[in-house]
């Protein structure tokens, strides 16, 4: 296909992802599965996701903390580009990060596929029901309908990064109220964790004015992860 000079003038995806404005045609997904710490940094790290949070939903019970969960579960609610990252992908990730086969011990842990559309709906069950008919035993992480979803307090938002010596605090200081929702918070948190390739990490890094000392740390974090 031949480009054309519109195309030639607009932004790089590339030079999009790391600019913190998000695309306009974002789709949303949420995912149970587990402690929610692991899912925001795996899924933090993939292309095509611009922002993660962590909270609590698939309850019923009002506003819920980590200390008073009520009927609620730890989920991540990932905001992702579906021109980059389909649906279909993040769900296998899904499979591939949680233990499907057992019921969950404590509600609060249990693996849920929180659906905003009846297209997310679909593809669930869709992939569910192929990944018994694969596994030939049933899968107990549950598909239902996200009611609403509660933001969980500061600390666990991003807690790879927010724990990570000298970067965390640095950092939380320097994002303030955009930390939370920041696409290159969210890459660093995944990359942080161990997620993502070598060239990936070391590109991120070259586009940021970081405090000296932070970047030694994030360079040191990320030769040896
Ligand atoms: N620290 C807990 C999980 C915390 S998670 C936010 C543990 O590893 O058991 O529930």
């Given at each position: 296909?031949?480009?054309?000079?519109?195309?030639?003038?607009?932004?790089?995806?590339?030079?999009?992802?790391?600019?913190?404005?998000?695309?306009?045609?974002?789709?949303?997904?949420?995912?149970?599965?587990?402690?929610?710490?692991?899912?925001?940094?795996?899924?933090?790290?993939?292309?095509?996701?611009?922002?993660?949070?962590?909270?609590?939903?698939?309850?019923?019970?009002?506003?819920?903390?980590?200390?008073?969960?009520?009927?609620?579960?730890?989920?991540?609610?990932?905001?992702?580009?579906?021109?980059?990252?389909?649906?279909?992908?993040?769900?296998?990730?899904c499979w591939?990060?949680h233990d499907w086969g057992s019921?969950?011990?404590?509600?609060?842990?249990?693996g849920?596929?929180?659906?905003?559309?009846?297209?997310?709906?679909?593809?669930?069950?869709?992939?569910r029901?192929?990944l018994?008919?694969?596994a030939?035993?049933?899968v107990e992480t549950?598909?239902?309908?996200?009611?609403?979803?509660?933001?969980?307090?500061?600390?666990?938002?991003?807690?790879?990064?927010?724990?990570?010596?000298?970067?965390?605090?640095?950092?939380?200081?320097?994002?303030?109220?955009?930390?939370?929702?920041?696409?290159?918070?969210?890459?660093?948190?995944?990359?942080?964790?161990?997620?993502?390739?070598?060239?990936?990490?070391?590109?991120?890094?070259?586009?940021?004015?970081?405090?000296?000392?932070?970047?030694?740390?994030?360079?040191?974090?990320?030769?040896?992860?």
């Open positions: 296909m031949d480009r054309t000079e519109s195309d030639a003038t607009a932004p790089s995806r590339r030079d999009r992802e790391w600019d913190d404005s998000p695309p306009t045609d974002t789709a949303t997904a949420t995912f149970g599965l587990g402690c929610f710490w692991g899912p925001d940094a795996r899924f933090g790290a993939m292309d095509g996701v611009v922002r993660t949070r962590v909270g609590y939903a698939g309850g019923m019970t009002s506003a819920p903390t980590y200390h008073s969960l009520g009927d609620h579960t730890e989920v991540v609610q990932v905001v992702y580009d579906p021109t980059v990252v389909s649906y279909d992908e993040l769900l296998e990730v591939a990060i019921p969950a011990h404590k509600r609060q842990y249990r849920v596929v929180l659906t905003h559309t009846e297209r997310q709906h679909e593809a669930a069950t869709r992939q029901t192929a018994e008919e694969r030939g035993r049933s549950m598909i239902e309908r996200l009611d609403q979803f509660f933001l969980a307090e500061d600390y666990h938002q991003k807690y790879e990064l927010r724990s990570t010596p000298v970067v965390g605090d640095e950092l939380a200081a320097q994002y303030g109220e955009t930390f939370v929702d920041s696409t290159v918070i969210a890459r660093l948190n995944g990359f942080v964790a161990g997620h993502g390739t070598p060239e990936r990490r070391a590109a991120l890094l070259e586009t940021l004015d970081l405090d000296p000392q932070v970047l030694a740390e994030l360079r040191r974090r990320f030769r040896s992860g």
